[in-house]
């Protein structure tokens, strides 16, 4: 399973949420390349980046941080959401050098948005599913749908995403551990992989992830665990390698 750090941008500078709310923003930092070599001198193997100006203007704000980003590690694969909502945007990104272009509220809005981006970028898409009691949430959390994320998830896959990403919204940021049954629940409904994310604290939870990694939960993000120092992002990936390796081996 890839533990995946999370740079959420607002402002210019890297910041977490808790649960979703712009106004309640801790600032780490303000050079977001050297964060970003933070965690790639830790063992990253990829980095989660969101735009979250974008994702409540509904456009790119922060794209300049995610391309010097890109520049300074070329290799690194890069997978970016928030004010996605036109394949203009996903092409400008996708042309750059990101690897992944991660829909969220646009593809609950126009769920014929994300066919499309499939079929024009296949391969490249992403689709960001934030829940709550197992219902879906949208613009920047601010508003629960009467959608079921099992239901939408099933529907993007057949639009041929390339993973689901799961956030339980009521975890987020809080530091009270991931919701395994619902991340469980949901990676057993689909056949694509789904990346958790919202609410992981330490490597117990890492632990809880990796036992149901066969279920389909390939990724794991984690962002104030590793920003505020109860999970040590290069001990947590590599125990989620052994994990992986003593499960093959069995």
Known sequence: ???????????????????????????????????????????????????????????????????????????????????????????????????????????????????????????????GLDAKDGMVAINGWAEVTDYEVKALAKQFENDGVEAIIYTDIGRDGMMQGVNIEATQALAKAVNIPIIASGGITNLDDIRNLASIEADGVTGAITGRAIYEGTLDFKEGQTLSDQLAAKASSK
């Not at 989660?48 to 980003?69: S, T």
């Open 1 to 127: 399973m890839l533990l995946i750090p999370a740079i959420d941008l607002k402002d210019g500078e890297c910041v977490r949420l808790r649960q979703g709310m712009m106004e309640d923003a801790t600032v780490f930092s303000g050079d977001i390349v050297a964060m970003a070599k933070r965690w790639v001198d830790q063992g990253a193997r990829r980095l989660h980046m969101v735009d979250l100006n974008g994702a409540f203007d509904g456009k790119p704000v922060n794209d300049k941080a995610v391309y010097q980003v890109r520049e300074a590690y070329p290799d690194l694969p890069i997978q970016i959401g928030g004010g996605i909502r036109d394949l203009a945007t996903i092409e400008a990104y996708l042309n750059a050098g990101v690897s992944f272009c991660i829909i969220g509220t646009k593809a609950v809005h126009n769920p014929e948005f994300v066919a499309e981006a499939c079929k024009a970028f296949p391969g490249h898409i992403m689709v």
